[in-house]
């Protein structure tokens, strides 16, 4: 595709070290195989601050789809259900912030397919790409639920062995970040992706020909990178302020990507971690805590430019997640300052380093949470209420 030439020729003029361009397809299958990964769509009773040409009114509910890079600005949507099987989904797909009739879809019996603009800022420079949703209700729970179509086609070079791989969108944000997404290599060469033994998550170390490598890339797959793992290790160690104390044990996850693109996943407070040397930039944090009442709430913490920590060969080092955490409140760079004019204020927990707090729920069991929705009151400075209202997280 002519646009993707154009992406690799962008990369390569700002100097970006050379790998490999893949070729996005828009395309749901590779080979007669399905690379769609669906998930559920997280809904609330409560609102995303959003205006619509026509409301949903009584009976929809609420959430967004992590898409693009930062995640800091997911694309609302509305679902109502029907009882037939389908239902009536608004969906803001350009992120315009008002979604008109034209943006009001009915989901049927078969896959409802919406393009969306999806933003990445890289190295600073947002840029839009488009990606085909795709929504459909579980035919088991009948929940609304979502896949991003398209994946990555190129090659990597292992040693002196160049050989065909595929990058797979697993956690549908639309991006190919290490962590959730997959990487396929034809490590055989024998024309065909062996889904069990040639499959491996993108950022974790592959064994080849006696040699371990990474495999990293830009979100959009246009400079793709395999380079040697290290042999130098140290030790990372996590702790979480002030709250530490009350996390419930086993019930945290924190994931970090190095500057050469390795993954590395801790799990739990004071449990060192033996990672190859090198600069690991925090990513993704869940953890759980136990208020007095007994419930638990379950905390997600994410962003693309989280807390950099250096591990040194041969010594620990500690970091505190949360170094930081306090709550901002952003006004929209358009809002008007004129008396009596609505205001827009975006309020948000997040950390110097640019980790946010993008869901808060309380979980009723182990496997989902509930989510929680946010009061927001505006008070004038003598602390009188001028206005409230309730929102979900997006």
């Not at 009739?101 to 839009?128: F, I, M, N, Q, Y």
């Not at 990474?214 to 395999?226: E, F, G, K, L």
């Not at 290790?233 to 050469?260: E, M, Y």
């Not at 693309?304 to 929209?332: K, P």
Request: net charge negative; with cysteine; glycine share 12%.
């Amino acid at each position: 595709m002519w646009w993707a030439l154009l992406l690799c020729l962008a990369v390569a003029a700002n100097g970006s070290p050379a790998g490999e361009c893949f070729e996005f397809r828009d395309e749901a299958e590779h080979g007669g195989r399905s690379l769609l990964v669906y998930r559920a769509v997280r809904l609330s009773a409560d609102p995303v601050r959003l205006s619509y040409e026509t409301a949903p009114g009584e009976g929809a509910s609420y959430g967004s789809l992590p898409l693009g890079l930062p995640a800091g600005a997911p694309l609302p949507l509305a679902w109502k259900p029907s009882d037939d099987g389908g239902g009536q989904l608004w969906f803001d797909a350009n992120g315009g912030g008002r979604i008109s009739d034209r943006e009001c879809h009915t989901l049927g019996s078969a896959e409802l397919a919406v393009e969306a603009v999806v933003t990445v800022a890289a190295d600073g420079k947002p840029r839009r790409h488009r990606r085909t949703i795709l929504f459909r209700r579980s035919p088991l729970t009948g929940e609304l639920r979502y896949a991003v179509r398209g994946y990555a086609v190129g090659h990597v070079t292992l040693g002196d062995a160049r050989l065909p791989a595929i990058l797979i969108d697993a956690n549908s944000d639309g991006c190919f970040t290490a962590g959730d997404d997959r990487l396929l290599i034809d490590l055989d060469a024998d024309g065909n992706f062996d889904p069990l033994g040639e499959q491996f998550p993108l950022g974790a170390p592959l064994a080849h020909g006696g040699a371990q490598y990474i495999v990293r890339c830009d979100p959009t797959a246009s400079n793709v990178q395999v380079v040697p793992r290290s042999t130098a290790t140290g030790t990372l160690r996590l702790t979480l302020g002030r709250v530490g104390s009350a996390v419930l044990p086993g019930s945290l996850s924190a994931t970090f990507v190095s500057d050469v693109g390795e993954l590395a996943a801790v799990h739990g407070l004071d449990q060192p971690l033996l990672v190859p040397d090198g600069v690991y930039r925090l990513t993704g944090l869940v953890f759980d805590l136990a208020d007095s009442g007994g419930k638990t709430w379950s905390y997600r913490f994410g962003g693309d430019s989280g807390a950099v920590v250096e591990v040194r060969a041969g010594e620990q080092t500690s970091i505190d997640l949360l170094d930081g955490l306090a709550l901002e409140a952003r006004l929209s760079p358009d809002t008007p300052s004129a008396p009596g004019t609505e205001i827009l204020v975006s309020p948000a927990l997040r950390t110097p380093a640019g980790l946010y707090l993008a869901h808060c729920g309380i979980r009723a069991d182990r496997r989902q949470p509930w989510e929680a929705s946010a009061r927001i009151e505006l008070c004038d400075a003598a602390g009188e209420r001028l206005s409230r209202a309730l929102s979900s997280f997006g």
